[in-house]
């Protein structure tokens, strides 16, 4: 896919993720949050930033030191963790500043960690393929963690999503996408990378033996 698709599906998917007209189709339950938050994290962010790497505008390619794969996938593991503690995610529910600053922190968390594993310049791309395999497993295993903590849970653990329609029910739905979307996508970046490291591997053997 062209890198100006790429771009232009990322900031489609954005658009509708932030749409106020969403609510029309998603509503306002947990599985609508969880729907949108993945539609950030795991659609938008990746398709921006693979639009992004190997170009003039590869932030990774001026400022490598700011780009390590696993400080970024840790960062992110906060981020995802932390909006989805009970008072946090409320919050983020009923107060519009701290809505934009879950929605921007997800966006920015997700690019860094997209750009930290396929960016960068030339050879240091390779050299850091391997630690980008190791972020994207983490993310993909805390994410499905987080989802499968959320579909089995016992009770509703969410006020903002206590009021309409089975609460419970709502919130193990909610768990089952980010596990299946959040899970699979990043694992697949995981097993991308990891493709690309067996790919050059017999190159950087050649190079090796030569004399």
Excluded at 87 to 97: E, F, M, P
Excluded at 109 to 123: E, K, N, R, T, Y
Aim: charged share 10%.
């Amino acid at each position: 896919m062209s890198r100006p698709l790429l771009l232009g599906g990322g900031l489609l998917v954005l658009a509708f993720a932030w749409a106020p007209a969403a609510d029309a189709l998603l509503g306002h339950g947990f599985p609508a949050h969880m729907a949108r938050h993945m539609a950030v994290v795991a659609i938008a962010a990746p398709l921006l930033a693979l639009g992004l790497v190997a170009t003039r505008f590869d932030p990774s390619q001026r400022l490598a030191w700011l780009f390590p794969a696993i400080p970024a996938s840790l960062l992110e593991l906060f981020v995802v963790w932390g909006w989805h503690a009970p008072g946090a995610h409320d919050l983020a529910r009923t107060n519009a500043l701290a809505f934009a600053a879950e929605q921007a922190s997800f966006l920015i968390s997700g690019l860094w960690l997209w750009v930290a594993c396929f960016g960068h310049a030339g050879d240091q791309r390779q050299q850091r393929s391997g630690a980008g395999v190791l972020a994207m497993l983490l993310t993909s295993i805390h994410m499905t963690l987080l989802g499968v903590l959320l579909s089995v849970a016992t009770r509703p653990l969410y006020a903002a999503h206590h009021h309409g329609g089975d609460a419970l029910q709502g919130q193990h739905v909610g768990g089952i996408i980010m596990l299946l979307v959040g899970g699979a996508v990043y694992l697949a970046g995981g097993v991308t990378l990891a493709a690309r490291l067996l790919r050059a591997a017999p190159e950087r053997a050649e190079r090796g033996a030569t004399p």
